[in-house]
């Protein structure tokens, strides 16, 4: 079977956007789900399984509607085993700054496609190398308002680009959607992309 256009389990604008890019006719549908980390779990599972656990609740809550192949993804900021999630405030923004600055650490989406009762997914990683940031510097980009919505409390396509040193991997991982593995994923589900690939 083939899809014309999905449902993105996310309201990440980014991700959006980033579907949008390479042709994909979507309808946004977030999902609220328990985000906490299960002991022991390592980061790579965790992500996966959240962009699962979205997916599968994304197509309950849309039974009845058109089918259509559900897309759902999950974005973490790794440094070592500990997992950076979005900043509730400046102080957390601050500590997540400098704990990153002059050090390399992973970025993981995990992705999910579910279509006719099948789920795929995959697990993107890319290593991101900071430069040094100051203290103060963290409170200007705080007060900028870009972290406040962002896994690390940064955003890698907007000011936070001059924090970068090397990055190795997906671009489009690290803003939250890797479109490679999105590309390869909703291929196998049956979605055209503008490459016209099923």
Not at 4 to 13: D, G
Request: glycine share 12%; hydrophobic share 45%; charged share 25%.
């Amino acid at each position: 079977m083939h899809y014309e256009s999905i449902y993105l389990a996310s309201a990440s604008p980014r991700r959006s956007q980033l579907l949008n890019q390479i042709g994909v006719p979507h309808e946004v549908f977030p999902v609220d789900l328990d985000e906490a980390r299960l002991p022991g779990e390592p980061p790579r599972v965790y992500v996966e399984r959240l962009a699962r656990d979205k997916a599968r609740a994304a197509s309950t809550a849309l039974a009845g509607r058109p089918p259509r192949p559900v897309l759902a993804a999950d974005t973490s900021v790794v440094l070592g085993d500990e997992i950076f999630g979005k900043p509730a405030d400046e102080g957390e923004c601050v500590r997540m700054l400098t704990a990153l600055g002059g050090r390399t650490h992973e970025v993981m989406t995990g992705i999910a496609v579910l279509a006719g009762g099948t789920l795929l997914a995959d697990v993107s990683v890319s290593r991101v190398s900071f430069r040094r940031i100051g203290e103060a510097e963290c409170r200007r980009y705080w007060a900028s308002g870009e972290p406040r919505d962002k896994a690390g409390g940064y955003a890698v396509q907007g000011l936070a680009a001059v924090f970068v040193e090397r990055l190795e991997g997906s671009f489009s991982g690290v803003m939250g959607l890797p479109l490679f593995e999105a590309g390869r994923l909703l291929a196998a589900a049956g979605v055209v992309t503008w490459r016209g690939a099923a």
